[in-house]
């Protein structure tokens, strides 16, 4: 079974500063995805960055990047230049390429962006 | 394009009672997913449907809840009878392809 860990219920930051949010998983697959969507408030959940388990160059999209270190088993989230519309819950997920559709989800960061 | 809606964004029943939620995916994506969020805990899967097929329902909790997507548009989620423990956010999903899932914005469900 696929168990997906976030350890930092809430986060805040300064706006224009940078943080990272942690997320660990356990796997027996060798080939899955990872994701961190973002859910503003009262808002639909939308995918920030996605990475390929078999890609060892750390995705990035705009502000928001990882740093995926597979042997450890850590997906940490990365926003440089934080900006008071990140403030959301971020939520960790992961599945496996070959077994299954489901989406494996942390128990979430609360992120507050503070002005 | 349109994203996955989701029908009521809130509702509030008693025990005992029926509630069907709605959800509608983004035209053209024949797998639609429903998880379920009970506060402060994670996201769990509940199925997956393929078109009108259900692929995998083997996070459904029991046989108090009822899915169905006919004619492989739109999906509904029946719980009968609701249950206090049946309270949280449900939350659709839709896709074309694997790796990827376009979410809805949830219905947030209280049983009292």
């Known amino acids: 079974a696929q168990t997906v860990t976030q350890s930092q219920p809430e986060m805040s930051v300064q706006e224009a500063e940078t943080v990272t949010l942690s997320c660990t998983y356990d796997t027996s697959e060798s080939n899955y995805y990872l994701f961190w969507y973002k859910q503003p408030p009262s808002r639909q959940m939308i995918l920030v960055i996605r990475?390929?388990?078999?890609?060892?160059q750390n995705a990035t999209e705009n502000r928001f990047s990882v740093n995926f270190q597979k042997a450890a088993k850590s997906f940490s989230l990365k926003i440089s230049d934080s900006q008071l519309g990140d403030t959301a819950m971020y939520f960790c997920?992961?599945?496996?390429?070959?077994?299954?559709?489901?989406?494996?989800f942390g128990t979430g960061t609360s992120l507050t962006v503070i002005p | 394009e349109a994203g996955v809606t989701q029908f009521p964004s809130h509702s509030v029943i008693e025990k005992g009672q029926t509630v069907t939620l709605r959800c509608d995916p983004i035209s053209g994506h024949d797998n639609l997913y429903w998880y379920r969020r009970v506060m402060g805990k994670e996201i769990k899967f509940l199925l997956h449907f393929v078109k009108e097929s259900k692929q995998d329902e083997s996070g459904m909790p029991n046989n108090r809840f009822l899915a169905e997507r006919t004619g492989g548009t739109y999906s509904t989620l029946k719980v009968q009878p609701a249950e206090l423990e049946d309270s949280g956010v449900y939350f659709c999903a839709s896709s074309r392809i694997r790796g990827e899932q376009f979410f809805g914005p949830g219905t947030r469900l209280t049983v009292l």
């Open positions: 990475q390929e388990a078999y890609k060892q």
């Open positions: 997920a992961f599945m496996a390429s070959n077994t299954g559709n489901q989406f494996y």
